[in-house]
T-cell receptor, first 115, second 113 residues
Framework: SAVISQKPSRDICQRGTSLTIQCQVDSQVTMMFWYRQQPGQSLTLIATANQGSEATYESGFVIDKFPISRPNLTFSTLTVSNMSPEDSSIYLC????????????FGPGTRLTVL | KQEVTQIPAALSVPEGENLVLNCSFTDSAIYNLQWFRQDPGKGLTSLLLIQSSQREQTSGRLNASLDKSSGRSTLYIAASQPGDSATYLCAVKRRGSNYKLTFGKGTLLTVNP
């Protein structure tokens, strides 16, 4: 299984500011995924981060609000821009296994609170 | 659009009891189904993965079943322990969805000593 780390683990931010979340994987992976979990809700996919190409965003999420970088096969960042209290969530990085079973692994998450 | 529902939303049981968590999904064209555990404020830990061609998977005290035709999965936990207290999430991967998982809202399990 992949070992995934995220930084920061939590943060409290002011409205209107931006926060960049880092995700590091202990092995090279083609795809990395960013999910959001709002309080009391299920996880929702924000975007797929592909190395060497633009990220693919899901309906309801835009690049200006959630810019993503993927500089290499083990690292990605997600920025939450111009934050509002509605952005308060847990943000999770995820990668699929390299085998045919496509098991999905998740990082420990970043708990964001926007005041 | 795939929708995943988990029942019950919360469950409280005494230690030692066997229990079943339920997951249903609307689109049976799935690649696989995965059960996760989430501790408060933490990330997700993968528990069991069932491929669409399989009927069940077992790991220790956990057994997950899949009935793709009826759109249902169950997670059976035997001899529950207080350490099993967590939120259990069910997620399905639709065929052709390029790794995207659709999650239920989870079942919050509390095992009382």
């Amino acid at each position: 299984s992949a070992v995934i780390s995220q930084k920061p683990s939590r943060d409290i931010c002011q409205r209107g500011t931006s926060l960049t979340i880092q995700c590091q994987v202990d092995s090279q992976v083609t795809m990395m995924f960013w999910y959001r979990q709002q309080p009391g809700q299920s996880l929702t996919l924000i975007a797929t981060a592909n190395q060497g190409s633009e990220a693919t965003y899901e309906s309801g999420f835009v690049i200006d609000k959630f810019p993503i970088s993927r500089p290499n096969l083990t690292f990605s960042t997600l920025t939450v821009s111009n934050m509002s209290p509605e952005d308060s969530s847990i943000y999770l990085c995820s990668v699929p296994s390299s085998g045919i079973y496509n098991e999905q692994f998740f990082g420990p998450g970043t708990r964001l609170t926007v005041l | 659009k795939q929708e995943v529902t988990q029942i019950p939303a919360a469950l409280s049981v005494p230690e030692g009891e066997n229990l079943v968590l339920n997951c249903s999904f609307t689109d049976s064209a799935i690649y696989n189904l995965q059960w996760f555990r989430q501790d408060p404020g933490k990330g997700l830990t993968s528990l069991l993965l069932i491929q669409s061609s399989q009927r069940e998977q077992t790991s220790g005290r956990l057994n997950a079943s899949l009935d793709k035709s009826s759109g249902r999965s169950t997670l059976y936990i035997a001899a529950s322990q207080p350490g099993d207290s967590a939120t259990y999430l069910c997620a399905v991967k639709r065929r052709g969805s390029n790794y995207k998982l659709t999650f239920g809202k989870g079942t919050l399990l509390t095992v009382n000593p």
